[in-house]
């Protein structure tokens, strides 16, 4: 890319929501807006609404002349090809040209990759992990993604997909993942989602036990009603938490224990539980490892805000 060009767009597509970003040269956001990522059958449409909001941003900064590109972090992005494919957590079925029409609609080269390496890409640049080489990011949100580095550099497999730590199977024959149709997959257990299942669950499995949690309706449960209530000591909402926790832990021991990391790092949504989810699955997380590997890996939350680690790795995408 051209070194005269003072900008870069990163774009985060999550299951739930869009964070994009205007990102200087230097890796500062100047500027960031959202919208909706399901509200569209049609990637066509959802990328008009995108333009939407994106071009009076792209403006204020000058214009598209004053841009290198952008970036696209998205659930299952192929960076090989700049399509979102097969994405569970997506509205579009099938295979998705994404970074083809965008570029179309914008006139900037775009660049597309999956959605938690971007983040991981944006965790070795401006945050907890500039210093690293060996490291894992885990996104917890409407899912849980992963992006794995060895050796300073994102693994992707041989045709872009790996690192799905997310779908690997941590109860044979457990919980449906309802978007893939696969019994007992880490995202059906540690996602924000998976926190709404475990309270719907445990609600169901004690009747007689009171909790604030059945002041909620089903349909207005979420994993932010239980962090609520668990910070109201709340027994069932921290039993919740605990479980969360458990699974989460023996999960990051299992990855631990494949690529001897550095540091595990944790963000998105479901982080904003603090220490409810952390000490739980750090506990796991040492109980399940081998002596050659405890008190060795850091786990720690992301240090860049929720939204800037994808939106910042997705630009750095422009910058490579």
Partial sequence: MATTKKFAVGIDIGGTTTKFGIVNSTGEIVEQDRIPSNE?????????????????????????????????????????????????NLKWKGIIPLAELTHKKFGLPTRLTNDANAAAMG?????????????ITITLGTGVGSGIVIDGKIVV?????????????????????????????????????GVRETAIEMLTKHPEEPSLL???????????????????????????FEFTGQILGESLANFIMFSSPE???????????????????????????LPIFQNKVKLVFSELKEADAAILGASALVWE
């Fill in 123 to 135: 965790e070795m640049m401006y945050g907890a992990c500039k210093d690293m080489k060996h490291f």
């Fill in 214 to 240: 059945r002041n909620y309706s089903i349909n207005d449960l979420t994993s932010e009603s239980v962090y609520e209530c668990a910070m109201q000591g709340d027994s069932i909402a921290n039993s919740i």
């Fill in 263 to 289: 540091a595990i790092v944790l963000f998105g949504g479901l982080t904003k539980a603090g220490n409810l989810l952390l000490n739980p699955t750090r506990r796991h997380m040492e109980m399940n490892l």
């Fill in 157 to 193: 497999g041989h045709d872009g997909f790996a690192g799905e730590l997310g779908h690997t199977i941590i109860r044979p024959g457990g919980r449906l993942h309802k978007s893939t149709g696969m019994r007992g997959s880490l995202e059906s257990y540690a996602s924000a989602t």
């Fill in 40 to 88: 569209h059958d049609i990637a066509e449409d959802f990328i008009e609404d995108l333009h939407k909001k994106l071009m009076p941003m792209i403006e204020r900064s000058g214009g598209i002349q004053q841009f290198a590109g952008i970036g696209i972090g998205a659930p299952n992005g192929n960076i090989y090809t700049g399509t979102i494919e097969y994405a569970p």
